[in-house]
Structure formats: structure tokens, C-alpha cells
């Protein structure tokens, strides 16, 4: 066990809904990732959280936002969901950075 | 050209078999590399972190050529166990991790 904790681990919404995920990162990590894995490829990097600022996104537009909480849990939140959005989004927690990540076992977002 | 690119496989193969796989990158300011390991839509693990010196752990051996930026993983005496898709996964200093589609394994008895 990593002592990540994402929940829901199962979630099923509909085309234009919005969702939000959360996770709860390791004791004493401070930084939270999120990537998205759709089926059959790797997981891609969404954005990064340290101390509770944004340090870092990668190619996601605007709908996906997310935040992070003086107890270093995050949320993930998508607005105007689309079929596209259908993965497993992973959370990781780290201490200062990129290194090291411990990986929750994800939430599985079906759009329907 | 995708920033790592791996064989999908799936690679099938008997118990015991010596099996390797193959991985190259786009960006040469990468300095970071490893082997992460995920079972069926499970989170990923960190298998092992490849060292410009090629590193071995157990029946794992990882190696990286920088000069034709590629990374191999060989892994031998396969065991049922070892059935997985294997992350092939680099990173440039204050980036974010990148991953590869990963390689399909499956060991048969």
C-alpha cells in the first residue's frame, strides 16, 4: 500500500456533466499529480499541486481544473464532460516535486 | 513522433523464457528513466530506475544507451508472476513524469 487514497474508485456520468475526484497523498508528501490513463495507453501528466499551487500542467484544456488543500489532499474536477474523458485518472503523491511518486489506485470515469 | 515509444506487444511467453524489451525517447535533455510495472488497471510501480551504467535487480536488468536514447528492460527465468504491462517511463529535470504505452507480458505455465 502507497497510503494514497483516491476516491470514488468507480464513477459513471454523462456527456456535459461535471465530475470531481479526490485524493488524500501520504503523510508528510506535499506535492499531488494527476495523470489520465485511457485504455490501451500510458498514463499522461494533467497538472501538478505543491503547497497548494498549480506548478506545472501538461496538454489539458481549461475544463480540468483541480486543487490542493492545506492538508495536501487534491481534488481533479472536469466540466462539460465528454465521451473522450472515459479513463482511469491516477493521483500521486510526492515530497517537493517529480520524484518519487506513490500512486493511488485510481478513480475509473466512464462517460456516457 | 510520440516522446517514448514502446513495442505494445503483447509478448507471450513460456515460464522460464528470457524476455526483453525495447524503448526509445524523442527528447536528449531527458535525464531520468525507469521501469514502472501495472497490473490490469491497476496504479503503476515502480519496477526500477535505469542508471547510464545499466543496473540489475534479481532477474531484471535495465539498460540505457543515451547516444541512440534507448532503454531495454531484460528480464529473466519468467515467472507466472511477472505477467503484466511494463511502463516504459523518462523525464527531463522539473517535469513531470512521461510515459510510454507500455509492453504487454503474459507468462504461461
Known amino acids: 500500500e502507497t497510503g494514497v487514497t483516491q476516491s470514488p474508485t468507480h464513477l459513471i456520468k454523462t456527456r456535459g456533466q461535471q465530475v470531481t475526484l479526490r485524493c488524500s497523498s501520504q503523510?508528510?508528501?506535499?506535492?499531488v499529480s494527476w495523470y489520465q490513463q485511457a485504455l490501451g495507453q500510458g498514463p499522461q501528466f494533467i497538472f501538478q499541486y505543491y503547497r497548494e499551487e498549480e506548478n506545472g500542467r501538461g496538454n489539458f484544456p481549461p475544463r480540468f481544473s483541480g486543487l490542493q488543500f492545506p492538508n495536501y489532499s487534491s481534488e481533479l474536477n472536469v466540466n462539460a464532460l465528454e465521451l473522450d474523458d472515459s479513463a482511469l485518472y491516477l493521483c500521486?503523491?510526492?515530497?517537493?516535486?517529480?520524484?518519487?511518486?506513490?500512486f493511488g489506485s485510481g478513480t475509473q470515469l466512464s462517460v456516457l | 513522433r510520440k516522446e517514448v515509444e514502446q513495442d505494445p506487444g503483447p509478448f507471450n511467453v513460456p515460464e522460464g523464457a528470457t524476455v526483453a524489451f525495447n524503448c526509445t525517447y524523442s527528447?536528449?535533455?531527458?535525464?531520468?528513466f525507469f521501469w514502472y510495472r501495472q497490473d490490469c488497471r491497476k496504479e503503476p510501480k515502480l519496477l526500477m530506475s535505469?542508471?547510464?551504467s545499466g543496473n540489475e535487480d534479481g532477474r531484471f536488468t535495465a539498460q540505457l544507451n543515451r547516444a541512440s536514447q534507448y532503454i531495454s528492460l531484460l528480464i529473466r527465468d519468467s515467472k507466472l508472476s511477472d505477467s503484466a504491462t511494463y511502463l516504459c517511463v523518462v523525464k527531463q529535470a522539473g517535469t513531470a513524469l512521461i510515459f510510454g504505452k507500455g509492453t504487454t507480458l503474459s507468462v504461461s505455465s
Open positions: 535505469v542508471y547510464s
Open positions: 527528447n536528449s535533455a531527458s535525464q531520468s
Open positions: 500521486a503523491s510526492s515530497l517537493d516535486g517529480y520524484e518519487k511518486l506513490f
Open positions: 503523510s508528510g508528501h506535499n506535492t
